[in-house]
């Protein structure tokens, strides 16, 4: 596991859902995510927004999606480039809250600069169609290779 950064991130991961690593924010805003599948620059999960971090009106509460955007975009940046990041930019569009999958890709390499889109999409109701997605989230990630 030393050298393989998706497995360190995934170990990251998992210590934050169990509780071990992180603060109480993170394990509340990733409650219930599932990793169904990993790869290097590539993740998808499923998760049920769970009451924990809905608002007075039962609806998903904007800093918790955000929070839960900025961390499984950090977890994919860490699965591709090795190293923990910094956000040079964070921008996102929401429409809903549902069941949902999530998936988060690196799609460029700017040598110093990673870019990473998370897609937020109702669950089971197929793939790629802009009217199923509820969060569109895009981040820029700065870092140093050492």
Same mark, same amino acid.
């Given at each position: 596991?030393?050298?393989?950064? &998706? %497995?360190?991130?995934? *170990? ?13 924010? =993170?394990? !509340? /805003?990733?409650? $219930?995510?599932?990793? #169904?599948? *990993? =790869? !290097?620059?590539?993740?998808?999960? $499923? @998760?049920?927004?769970?009451? /924990? ?10 800093? *918790? ?6 961390? /499984? ?16 930019? @964070? ?6 809250? =549902? ?5 988060? !890709?690196?799609? *460029?390499? %700017?040598?110093? &600069? #990673? ?8 669950? $089971?109701?197929? =793939? $790629?169609? !802009?009217?199923?997605?509820?969060? &569109? ?6 870092? #140093?290779?050492?």
């Amino acid at each position: 596991m030393e050298g393989d950064p &998706l %497995k360190k991130s995934l *170990a990251w991961l998992h210590g934050v859902l169990q509780g071990k690593i992180g603060h109480g924010i =993170e394990i !509340r /805003v990733l409650q $219930g995510l599932q990793v #169904i599948h *990993a =790869e !290097r620059g590539f993740m998808q999960f $499923g @998760f049920i927004v769970p009451n /924990v971090v809905s608002d007075v009106d039962g609806n998903w509460h904007v800093g *918790a999606l955000a929070s839960l955007l900025d961390l /499984v975009g950090a977890i994919t940046t860490f699965s591709y480039a090795n190293c923990v990041s910094t956000v040079a930019d @964070f921008n996102a569009s929401y429409y809903s809250t =549902e069941h949902v999958e999530i998936e988060s !890709r690196v799609m *460029a390499d %700017k040598g110093k &600069l #990673i870019h990473v889109v998370v897609q937020v999409r109702k669950k $089971g109701n197929g =793939e $790629g169609l !802009r009217s199923n997605f509820i969060i &569109l989230g895009s981040s820029m990630a700065m870092f #140093i290779r050492i």
